[in-house]
């Protein structure tokens, strides 16, 4: 299970899903992390983090989410593009920067925790 707390200005909304996750490193110029959301609001998507290194010490990431969702009365786009807009880039955001951080505080010479 992966959890993650949404802010709304001084309101915390905890978010939690499941997801089978993986990794593909059989393209050293994209390594891809795999996440394919199994329960929770946003069972069915299905994530990339493409990785490519971009010189000695920095990387390139972009992260592709596909997801639709058919829901009574909403289509198939609406309630996606509220998950997408108001949870999936803010919390994509901040783990991404959250691993930005951590790499970067890495001692030279090591892998980050």
Known sequence: MMTAVRQFGPLGVPVTWTARTWSDASDAADLRLRFVHTGGPTRGMDVTWHITPAGTHASNVAIVHDFTR????????????????????????????????????????????
């Open 70 to 113: 058919h829901m009574a009365l909403l289509g198939d786009e609406l309630f996606p593009h509220i998950v997408d807009r108001w949870f999936v880039r803010p919390i994509a955001g901040r783990t991404l920067a959250t691993f930005k951080r951590l790499a970067e505080q890495a001692p030279a010479g090591t892998s980050a925790p």
